[in-house]
């Protein structure tokens, strides 16, 4: 059972649920737990902020949640992400294949319904990183503005329907580059390569982080999607050296 998360405090969430709930066909299984049904996808109403999950409100294998984007630019965004903190090396199980699987039907959808709005990849950032199973965020932002336009969500709410379907690639890990992470997200569009965790130039990125990224990576990693132009040369000369002894192919 693939399980989305929409929190009830957060109304980008609530207007991705409302999508979801008109144009697919969801059905009421119970509301103690608020929770709704499509095939082998639930959807679930939470009381508290997604971020702050400890616990899933009903068993399932992998966990994709609706949720607002907040930035200063206010620009119109839609961001896919995987969840953790990078400053802790607390991070969440990441699901390339959804991730990619959620850009992609992003990427299409937007053209259709939001053409003025951003798609994006975003660096690993922010909660929950407890649960043991892969969490993957669709995100609209970066305003209230952009949180209440049913075309964004909609294009959200299609996106998350498309990941509980993920598609075929080779599993990655993203180093370096800034917090929206162009260039992993142009891989991901253009190539065979699934990222999930994206462990951005800003983060002090060390051998236990990048072991516990692929750790904490569904499948494992194949091979790592190197943005050496968003790094400096020491930077770059340490993951390289990182990755080497790791026996991963570097892209």
Same mark, same amino acid.
């Given at each position: ?54 616990? =899933? $409100? ?17 620009? $119109? ?13 607390? =991070? ?23 053409? @003025? ?7 690993? %950032?922010?909660? $929950? ?6 969490? #993957? ?32 690639? @080779? ?12 260039? %992993? #997200? ?13 462990? $951005? ?16 990576? @569904? ?16 930077? @770059? ?15």
């Amino acid at each position: 059972m693939k399980l989305i998360i929409a929190s009830a405090r957060d109304p980008a969430a609530q207007n991705i649920a409302a999508q979801l709930l008109e144009f697919f066909d969801f059905e009421r299984q119970s509301s103690e737990p608020d929770v709704y049904v499509h095939g082998d996808v639930s959807l679930a109403i939470i009381r508290t902020e997604a971020i702050e999950l400890a616990e =899933l $409100p009903i068993a399932a294998e992998e966990v994709i949640v609706a949720s607002r984007h907040a930035s200063e630019s206010r620009r $119109p965004t839609l961001t896919v992400h995987v969840p953790g903190d990078l400053r802790s090396g607390e =991070l969440a199980v990441a699901s390339p294949a959804t991730v990619k699987a959620a850009l992609q039907a992003l990427a299409t959808a937007r053209d259709e319904l939001a053409p @003025r709005y951003d798609v994006s990849l975003e660096a690993t %950032h922010h909660g $929950p990183t407890k649960l043991d199973e892969p969490v #993957t965020f669709v995100e609209v932002g970066s305003s209230p503005a952009q949180w209440r336009d049913e075309k964004a969500a909609s294009a959200a709410a299609r996106a998350i329907m498309a990941a509980t379907s993920p598609v075929e690639g @080779r599993n990655a890990l993203g180093l370096g580059g800034p917090h929206y992470a162009p260039r %992993h #997200t142009e891989a991901v569009l253009r190539t065979d390569l699934c990222i999930g965790h994206i462990l $951005p130039s800003y983060i002090d990125v060390d051998r236990g982080l990048v072991r516990k990224a692929i750790a904490r990576t @569904r499948g494992g990693v194949e091979v790592v999607a190197l943005d050496c132009k968003g790094l400096s040369g020491e930077q @770059r000369r340490r993951l390289q050296a990182i990755i080497a002894e790791l026996g991963l192919q570097t892209i």
